[in-house]
């Protein structure tokens, strides 16, 4: 059939019917005059391209940047060309690399991802980008993948306040859609440990190591530490507590073990950190250690979850330390009498000392018509590697021949690194003691 009867044809069946197709250009090293154009029903576009959301830190603390990467993959042999209808045009050469901002924001009526939370409420429903001018296409290779990295906060107001949600992308009005991301955004809380010798409040490395802050957290909920003891003290080293048996060796009931999240944080006066079996670094559960005093051999050694803060909970500390020790049962350092963790409470940091988010207005949705795609065959014949204006593809700026099979995504910078309280703080696998040694004793440390 001729190229101007099908797209008669095309003009006559509107696309938002049911039954919608997406066009298909098609081009071969065969016929390099002609063009043909071909219609498929919709599910065929899921096949070509896959939409994808991804996150290094799916828990994330209140009030800081939530990161999340959208990334377009084409699953095919060919070279496919994606286009924002009525506003895309395609240029020589692009201004930047990257998945352009108005792709991410190509859902029904230029409106962004879909935010829900647990309870399938949906929040920010209007957040959305409306093009000004026109938008770049976006050339992918065989195979090749661009990307965004965006802090979501800036667009969805509702990822500053606590709870759990989540991130669906349908962008091109729908015609693709991405696997949910779940994101949890966590309330900026702190845990308080009483004992017969007075509080120690515990703030949190969130950013730095969020899986053992969410650990820690899961267990005081369920109660987990209350009237455990704490079964080890070091006078200038640390003490150590949380163990269900009571011999240094006890996990958690269900016996989950965490990997390692290794930071730089130094080991210093009351820093919190998670003990682990000097053998496994993946192998920390429930045991955890405050140091009394700076332990340079733990730095990144082992994981820093937490701090101490305030005076009161320093002089809590020093009270614990001062503990006579001795060998109980074969194991060292034993406290003479118990030292009780009677119970460890959650509380919500103080406002004034919480982290501020912000709130973002985002602009309001306009229509939008479906979703073009172009695909371009390529040849497996072996030739000439072609020009940049003949036979090649652009990857959001990036020029990429049909021989390149590495997917091009770029991420921008990482999100700022949340301050450290003082110096910093302790974590777990020394070759000796730390602080003043008792004459006669062998080098010890935490371990589970």
Same mark, same amino acid.
């Given at each position: 059939?001729?190229?101007s009867?099908?797209?008669?044809?095309?003009?006559?069946?509107?696309?938002?019917?049911?039954?919608?197709?997406?066009?298909?250009?098609?081009?071969?090293?065969?016929?390099?005059?002609?063009?043909?154009?071909?219609?498929?029903?919709?599910?065929?576009?899921?096949?070509? $391209?896959?939409?994808?959301?991804?996150?290094?830190?799916?828990?994330?603390?209140?009030?800081?940047?939530?990161?999340?990467?959208?990334?377009?993959?084409?699953?095919?042999?060919? @070279?496919?060309?994606?286009?924002?209808?009525?506003?895309?045009?395609?240029?020589?050469?692009?201004?930047?690399?990257?998945?352009?901002?108005?792709?991410? *924001?190509?859902? @029904?009526?230029?409106?962004?991802?879909?935010?829900?939370?647990?309870?399938?409420?949906?929040?920010?429903?209007?957040?959305?980008?409306?093009?000004?001018?026109?938008?770049?296409? $976006?050339?992918?290779?065989?195979?090749g993948?661009?990307?965004?990295?965006?802090?979501l906060?800036?667009?969805?107001?509702?990822?500053?306040r606590?709870?759990?949600?989540?991130?669906?992308?349908?962008?091109?009005?729908?015609?693709?859609?991405?696997?949910?991301?779940?994101?949890?955004?966590?309330?900026?809380?702190?845990?308080?440990i009483?004992?017969?010798?007075?509080?120690?409040?515990?703030?949190f490395y969130?950013?730095?190591?969020?899986?053992?802050?969410?650990? *820690?957290?899961?267990?005081?909920?369920q109660?987990?530490? /209350?009237?455990?003891?704490?079964?080890?003290?070091?006078?200038?080293?640390?003490?150590?507590?949380?163990d269900?048996?009571?011999?240094? @060796?006890?996990?958690? #009931?269900?016996?989950?073990?965490?990997?390692?999240?290794?930071?730089?944080?130094?080991?210093?006066?009351?820093?919190?950190?998670?003990?682990?079996?000097?053998?496994?670094?993946?192998?920390?559960s429930?045991?955890?250690?405050?140091?009394?005093?700076?332990?340079?051999?733990?730095d990144?050694?082992?994981?820093?979850?937490?701090?101490?803060?305030?005076?009161?909970?320093?002089?809590?500390?020093?009270? $614990?330390?001062?503990?006579?020790?001795?060998?109980?049962?074969?194991l /060292?350092?034993?406290?003479?009498?118990?030292?009780?963790?009677?119970?460890?409470s959650?509380?919500?940091?103080?406002?004034?000392?919480?982290?501020?988010?912000?709130?973002?207005?985002?602009?309001?949705?306009?229509?939008q018509?479906?979703?073009?795609?172009?695909?371009?065959?390529?040849?497996?014949?072996?030739?000439?590697?072609?020009?940049?204006?003949?036979?090649?593809s652009?990857?959001?700026?990036?020029?990429?021949?049909a021989?390149?099979?590495?997917?091009?995504?770029?991420?921008?910078?990482t999100?700022?690194?949340?301050?450290?309280?003082?110096?910093?703080?302790?974590?777990?696998?020394? #070759?000796?003691?730390?602080?003043? @040694?008792?004459?006669?004793?062998?080098?010890?440390?935490p371990?589970?």
């Amino acid at each position: 059939m001729h190229l101007s009867s099908r797209l008669r044809r095309h003009k006559t069946a509107p696309l938002a019917r049911a039954g919608w197709a997406l066009v298909l250009w098609a081009t071969t090293l065969a016929v390099p005059a002609a063009a043909q154009v071909t219609t498929a029903p919709a599910a065929d576009f899921k096949a070509l $391209i896959r939409a994808d959301l991804r996150t290094d830190k799916p828990l994330i603390q209140a009030g800081q940047p939530v990161w999340v990467e959208f990334i377009l993959i084409n699953q095919t042999d060919n @070279r496919l060309t994606l286009r924002v209808p009525d506003v895309s045009v395609e240029t020589g050469e692009y201004p930047e690399m990257g998945l352009p901002i108005e792709h991410v *924001f190509s859902g @029904r009526g230029f409106t962004g991802p879909i935010l829900e939370d647990e309870f399938g409420e949906r929040h920010d429903s209007k957040a959305g980008i409306k093009p000004r001018d026109t938008v770049p296409a $976006i050339k992918l290779a065989p195979h090749g993948s661009v990307g965004l990295r965006l802090d979501l906060t800036q667009y969805y107001g509702s990822l500053v306040r606590p709870g759990k949600y989540r991130l669906s992308w349908q962008p091109y009005s729908g015609s693709i859609a991405s696997e949910p991301l779940a994101i949890t955004v966590l309330a900026e809380r702190q845990a308080v440990i009483l004992t017969d010798f007075g509080k120690m409040t515990v703030r949190f490395y969130y950013d730095q190591a969020p899986n053992h802050v969410q650990n *820690f957290i899961e267990l005081v909920e369920q109660r987990f530490y /209350d009237n455990l003891t704490f079964n080890r003290i070091i006078p200038g080293g640390l003490i150590q507590g949380g163990d269900p048996i009571g011999n240094r @060796r006890g996990v958690r #009931t269900d016996g989950k073990r965490l990997k390692a999240e290794f930071n730089k944080i130094p080991f210093e006066m009351g820093t919190v950190g998670m003990c682990r079996s000097s053998q496994d670094p993946d192998s920390a559960s429930c045991q955890f250690f405050i140091c009394l005093g700076r332990q340079p051999s733990f730095d990144e050694q082992q994981t820093v979850f937490g701090y101490l803060v305030g005076d009161a909970s320093l002089e809590t500390l020093r009270r $614990i330390a001062a503990v006579p020790t001795g060998k109980i049962q074969g194991l /060292d350092d034993c406290p003479r009498k118990p030292v009780y963790i009677r119970a460890i409470s959650l509380e919500n940091v103080p406002t004034r000392q919480r982290s501020q988010g912000q709130e973002n207005p985002s602009a309001p949705p306009a229509s939008q018509p479906a979703v073009t795609i172009s695909v371009e065959k390529v040849s497996t014949a072996v030739s000439p590697r072609p020009a940049p204006n003949a036979g090649t593809s652009r990857v959001a700026g990036i020029t990429v021949s049909a021989s390149e099979s590495a997917p091009a995504v770029l991420t921008p910078a990482t999100s700022p690194a949340v301050a450290e309280p003082g110096r910093g703080l302790p974590g777990l696998k020394a #070759t000796g003691r730390i602080g003043p @040694r008792r004459t006669g004793t062998a080098a010890s440390h935490p371990t589970r």
